[in-house]
């Protein structure tokens, strides 16, 4: 096999333009050109990973299969390329630092002065490398975090001018930048581009490939300024306009020909992408013939990435159903203030987030209420599926303390619990799950008809389970328990029979929705959704 080429993504002006979907568009037209392709993030921040970080400071916390906690972008990766990542395709300051200074305390550099240069930049390579050195990936894509400039960034800039410099034709850098346009001058300023690429090249790293985020066509003569201003081909300015939805970013990519530049600059060879499933997918994610509204009910509602992944579940399930959903936010909070019926009667489905803490939580547990109550289609996950446990065993089985031993460690009736059986999972990182489990469905049952076959694989992120010595007593009340795990007997779906579509799972199923294969249990959410507003 040849050897590995690797693309470097970088960013200026400012954050938030979008390096991932950047990075994810240009690796898809990769892909449908045939080569495989992986892409991998850098995160400037010196925490080990997200798992720690506030969703409102940072977002949705992404799971792989393997059990890390990554950043977001992963989900972004995931969702395009349709195929999985793992710890190895994300890479924290924290986490470099805590390499080299475990090798240091271990004696490995041999009584040397570790210092950033070549110590850390060494570290960052090497990680770079990881997934290159597995045979496995033709091109890795690198999206380096932050913004150039940043003083956290520093390291990595360096690591990847060392790299691009070692590794010659087989590489090659992308910069991200924001050409502003000004309403009162009338006109696009390509000032800060340049300021940006200027910024990079005192780090030693000259940009090959312009990437312009924008709210206005790019003409010629500001493609040919920004050319001559920044050292690259006109033909390696590329306009990046906004889109309505993410998921066209590929094709404007591939009109502005972002791919066949890139594999020009690295040697390879081009062909035309086959992009007729992803089109097939925005048609009838364009063109939907129904509309439902489905109530999404958390308590990080204000940053609406703090719930990416079931957001863009739905996207990919509403194209499968040819159904636009409305998502609406509510705050669990308000629902303990305003009470679920003012804020609930007009939903086609409700789905209870996941989370952790006390906060919200009643307002949570009348949203399961108000959902079973009322005969309307209900998803709840992670935290959510243990509210509906909670609610059914206060409401139904008459246990007034049922609660889970997170939020009240006093309860009476800790009907989720730490339980012992969670020290046989393998995935099993400090007191989380973490990562995928396998999971058995009990035939004819919801699940087993959601999911088509009965054994599953879906990934955690939690600490606390469902307590089986309350097994028996839910059962005998009409609970049922259709999703168990085969090694730990651990409880992973509860379902109520007697409800017309009622489901809580311990698991994540938004990790593992894509644009090729969105998971069955949103398209089956949105189906009863659909089928309980023609019925309403």
């Not at 070549?118 to 990680?127: G, L, M, V």
């Not at 929705?513 to 309403?536: G, I, N």
Request: aromatic share 8%; with cysteine.
């Amino acid at each position: 096999m040849a050897s590995t080429k690797y693309i470097f993504v970088t960013g200026g002006v400012t954050s938030s333009l979008g390096k991932g979907i950047i990075s994810a568009s240009l690796a898809n037209l990769l892909q449908a050109r045939g080569y495989s392709v992986t892409i991998q993030k850098l995160d400037p921040y010196i925490n080990i990973d997200p798992g720690t970080l506030n969703p409102y400071e940072h977002g949705e916390c992404f799971v792989t299969d393997d059990g890390a906690e990554t950043d977001l972008d992963l989900g972004h990766y995931e969702r395009f390329l349709n195929r999985p990542t793992s710890q190895a395709n994300n890479v924290t300051t924290g986490r470099i630092y805590q390499s080299v200074i475990d090798k240091e305390r271990k004696g490995e550099y041999l009584g040397k002065t570790v210092q950033i240069i070549p110590h850390i930049t060494d570290e960052i390579k090497s990680r770079i490398q990881v997934l290159g050195n597995t045979g496995n990936y033709e091109i890795v894509i690198t999206e380096i975090g932050g913004t150039v400039g940043d003083i956290e960034s520093l390291p990595f800039i360096e690591a990847v001018r060392q790299l691009t410099w070692e590794l010659g034709d087989n590489s090659l850098v992308i910069h991200l930048t924001l050409v502003p346009y000004l309403s009162a001058a009338g006109e696009l300023k390509t000032k800060p581009t340049q300021h940006s690429v200027q910024k990079l090249q005192e780090s030693g790293l000259q940009p090959d490939i312009l990437v312009c985020r924008t709210e206005h066509t790019l003409g010629e003569d500001i493609k040919k300024k920004l050319a001559l201003f920044c050292n690259v081909d006109k033909d390696s300015v590329i306009e990046s306009i906004d889109a309505d939805t993410i998921y066209k970013v590929p094709l404007l990519m591939r009109e502005q020909k972002l791919a066949e530049v890139a594999l020009r600059k690295l040697d390879m060879p081009t062909s035309e992408p086959d992009m007729r499933d992803w089109e097939s997918f925005l048609k009838r994610l364009g063109n939907p013939k129904a509309k439902i509204k489905i109530g999404l009910v958390g308590k990080y509602v204000e940053l609406k990435d703090a719930y990416k992944s079931i957001i863009e579940s739905f996207t990919h399930a509403g194209a499968a159903n040819e159904t636009e959903v409305d998502l609406e936010f509510i705050h669990s909070e308000n629902l303990e203030e305003s009470g679920a019926e003012s804020l609930l009667k007009d939903l086609d489905g409700i789905l209870v987030a996941p989370g952790f803490g006390e906060r919200g939580i009643e307002g949570k547990l009348l949203a399961v209420k108000y959902a079973r109550e009322n005969k309307i289609p209900f998803l709840g996950i992670c935290l959510g599926m243990q509210c509906a446990v909670i609610e059914y065993g206060r409401n139904v089985l008459g246990l007034n303390t049922a609660h889970s031993a997170e939020i009240d460690r006093a309860t009476k009736d800790p009907v989720i619990d730490l339980m012992e059986e969670q020290k046989k999972v393998v995935n099993y990182g400090g007191t989380m799950r973490l990562g995928a489990c396998n999971c058995e469905l009990v035939p004819k049952s919801l699940a087993h008809k959601v999911y088509g076959k009965g054994m599953i694989s879906e990934r955690h992120r939690h600490r606390f389970e469902f307590n089986n010595a309350y097994l028996e007593e839910y059962r005998k009340a009409g609970m049922a328990f259709t999703g168990i795990n085969p090694e730990t007997g651990l409880v992973e779906i509860v379902e109520i029979p007697d409800h017309p579509w009622f489901m809580g799972v311990q698991f994540h199923p938004e990790y593992k929705s894509t644009v090729h294969k969105p998971h069955p249990l949103f398209v089956e959410f949105v189906r009863a959704s659909l089928a309980h507003k023609t019925q309403a």
